[in-house]
């Protein structure tokens, strides 16, 4: 690990609800392995204090093995997920993903992480313009603005954004890293994995 790096956790937000995929997508097959082992690979040598799983289905994860924390703030979607993550990690800093992720790049996100600074609270990536919310990284700071959101039922994962100091990164800033914004794939329906496959089947994943 770079030793400029703030200590950080890991948290795989694994909470939604999966019905468009039909069941629970972190277990659907890619390639021979389950989406959530494909992630937890991808970023097993990141050197993160601590992997924490977000999840309200605990006993459906535990031959993982992880740290898991059901919702703060029952029924709060995604943002709820972020929210329960910065408050049960023991670092100041948290990486957050989505369990739906199988070509997160170990690479980019070593390149978020050394982005990171004193004066910043989020670091999101941008495809075409959007932040890639559950593929950022957060300060604990950002926990009171998230949970009065969450309060007033104001559930957009970015809303609180305003209220903190987020440093974007969009494509120019990737590009020579992952030009074709493959880590931000994410699969939610039995055809988006089956793209996905094929993707696989076509060359390598970054």
Do not use: W
């Amino acid at each position: 690990m770079n030793p400029s790096y703030e200590a950080f956790a890991l948290a795989i937000i694994a909470g939604g609800q999966s019905r468009r995929m039909g069941r629970d997508k972190a277990f659907a097959q890619l390639g021979g392995k389950t989406l959530i082992q494909r992630l937890l690979e991808r970023t097993a040598g990141l050197g993160q204090a601590e992997t924490l799983l977000i999840t309200n289905n605990p006993a459906a994860y535990a031959h993982l093995q992880l740290p898991m924390h059901g919702d703060a703030l029952p029924d709060k979607g995604a943002l709820g997920g972020i929210y329960t993550a910065l408050l049960r990690a023991t670092c100041p800093v948290v990486l957050t993903l989505a369990c739906d992720m199988p070509f997160v790049n170990g690479r980019l996100l070593r390149f978020m992480l050394s982005q990171l600074d004193a004066q910043t609270d989020v670091i999101a990536p941008r495809v075409a313009g959007y932040p890639q919310s559950l593929h950022a990284i957060y300060r604990k700071t950002c926990l009171p603005p998230i949970r009065e959101r969450l309060l007033q039922g104001r559930l957009k994962n970015i809303g609180f954004y305003p209220a903190v100091r987020v440093r974007y990164l969009d494509e120019a800033d990737y590009a020579a890293i992952d030009p074709q914004a493959q880590s931000f794939t994410n699969l939610n329906t039995p055809s988006e994995l089956a793209q996905a496959q094929r993707q696989m089947e076509k060359g390598p994943a970054l």
